[in-house]
């Protein structure tokens, strides 16, 4: 890696730029989180993310701008707030209708979109 502290900006080369986003990237790419463009805190790991929140007393998961990501990608947070009556019977209806065999599964969905495909 060339040594770019004592260059300006207009002195270095592309490899020199080459080397520092190597850098940058391999930086990123070892820690556990990152920080987003809003300014939260995307753990890598949930059980990093757990651990941040346990050490943050005193403050609700919602209080702190911090998530995790999924199995599935996708980047989520604990909370702590109830559910509402109306949410508590639209998940009650969702249970009786799956019970009664009313709903899609997982393989209709898919047989679905390979069909749009």
Request: no cysteine; aromatic share 8%.
């Amino acid at each position: 890696m060339v040594k770019t502290v004592n260059k300006t900006v207009g002195e270095l080369t592309v490899q020199d730029f080459q080397d520092i986003v190597r850098k940058i990237v391999r930086e990123e790419m070892s820690s556990n989180w990152r920080i987003d463009n809003e300014g939260n805190i995307i753990f890598l790991f949930e059980e990093d993310y757990i651990d941040y929140i346990n050490k943050r007393k005193g403050e609700s998961p919602l209080e702190i701008n911090a998530f995790f990501i999924d199995d599935q990608g996708f980047t989520v947070r604990y909370t702590d707030e109830e559910l509402t009556a109306k949410a508590k019977k639209r998940i009650e209806k969702a249970k009786m209708e799956i019970a009664k065999g009313k709903g899609i599964n997982l393989e209709e969905i898919k047989q679905r979109l390979k069909a749009k495909e």
